[in-house]
């Protein structure tokens, strides 16, 4: 019997492991792909996100600071890319200027460090390429830029390094609750174990619902995008945000960790929850909306289009923490945007909490470096 399975191996349920390993437990990560970061974690914006759009007392707010803050040393830690660029939300007129007003107020509240409102000219001043039509903007110099996938191979990596076992193309059908902890039924067999975290993704209120009365409702929000070529790369520096809708952060304009650009993404509610397919409709939007905000844009320069699906909760807030029904289940449900830049451990350290376990001897922080002689095939001295 495992102490603890985690179900889902996105930068959620990497996270958590990795939070766990640094404990005297014994855990287990189900992933019903081929390997981690197969779903929402490898297809986003790749944004660590200031912190200021998340209402203030939310546990949104209060992760997506924290995990900003943290972030600069864990890329050091675990050696994956992350820039910290700045950002700027757009404001086209002086009607705008409230809502821009909102989100300063809302990001002090927050705790969000440096966070200036810009006239026309210091905008134009940092970003020649902004539209002409620019009014004023929002400066949030603390938000940054990531590469999604190697931050979650990374997190994954280490964990397994510090003793976490990873089982893939193992899909969860049921799980019961028994006098000891859980039964986890899968397509490759019967798992058991004290404690369940779920954070499996678009996937996790059908595992909530396994074993809660207390129902909860996740709709795939669909968001396609469209990658530029390198020499489009410099266009702008800093992400470039318009001002957020009900469906979230609107298209934003900006450079990745690889030197690429990237415009997106749409915000469509879809109900399948493996829709990740593209759309011409939905590719002209991104087009059409990312031009409002950033002009010149070198769409020649398209190499390639994607789509991804983020999970968003009726709530529209992170559902973390045990299920009040379900003794020992803990939820990671709902994490959409700012999710990515969000301190993920609150997982594995309810856990911790809820059992009393105690560090062990030796946790390795850092990611494990191979002699050359491991994957280069040369010999070593002697």
Do not use: W
Not at 17 to 22: D, G, T, V
Not at 24 to 37: H, I, T, Y
Not at 337 to 348: F, I, K, T, V
Not at 358 to 375: I, L, N
């Amino acid at each position: 019997m495992y102490d603890v399975i985690i179900i889902g191996g996105g930068v959620s349920g990497a996270a958590s492991a990795r939070e766990l390993s640094r404990y005297k437990v014994r855990a287990c990560v189900l992933e019903k792909e081929e390997d981690v970061c197969c779903g929402t974690s490898k297809a986003n914006s790749a944004i660590v996100h200031a912190g200021y759009d998340a209402a203030p007392g939310s546990l949104k707010a209060k992760l997506n600071v924290r995990g900003n803050e943290m972030m600069e040393q864990l890329s050091e830690d675990l050696d994956f890319p992350f820039q910290k660029t700045g950002s700027l939300v757009i404001c086209l007129s002086g009607e705008e200027m409230p809502g821009l007003q909102e989100l300063y107020d809302k990001g002090v509240a927050n705790g969000v460090k440096g966070l200036k409102i810009l006239d026309r000219e210091e905008v134009l001043g940092m970003e020649p390429n902004i539209t002409d039509d620019v009014y004023a903007a929002l400066y949030a110099p603390s938000a940054g830029i990531v590469c999604p996938f190697g931050m979650n191979i990374a997190l994954a990596e280490n964990a397994c390094t510090n003793g976490v076992e990873f089982r893939f193309n193992t899909e969860v059908l049921d799980i019961r609750k028994t006098e000891n902890g859980y039964e986890i039924h899968t397509n490759r067999g019967m798992f058991q174990a004290k404690c369940v975290v779920n954070a499996a993704g678009v996937y996790a209120d059908k595992i909530h619902n396994m074993v809660s009365k207390k129902k909860i409702h996740i709709t795939p929000r669909r968001g396609e995008y469209c990658l530029l070529d390198k020499s489009a790369g410099t266009h702008v520096s800093r992400t470039i945000f318009s001002l957020p809708t009900k469906y979230g952060k609107g298209v934003l304009v900006t450079p990745t960790v690889h030197g690429n650009l990237l415009i997106g993404p749409t915000a469509v509610d879809i109900e399948n929850k493996e829709g990740t397919n593209t759309t011409r409709e939905g590719l002209d939007e991104v087009i059409s909306k990312a031009g409002q905000n950033v002009k010149n844009l070198p769409m020649r320069q398209v190499i390639t289009s994607f789509a991804g699906l983020r999970a968003h909760e009726d709530g529209s807030e992170f559902i973390i923490g045990e299920a009040d029904d379900a003794e020992g289940f803990i939820d990671c449900a709902g994490i959409e945007s700012p999710g990515l830049s969000g301190d993920r451990r609150d997982g594995g350290r309810n856990i911790k909490r809820k059992t009393g376990t105690r560090g062990k001897g030796k946790f390795y922080q850092h990611k494990k470096r191979y002699p050359e002689s491991e994957y280069t095939g040369k010999r070593g001295a002697g």
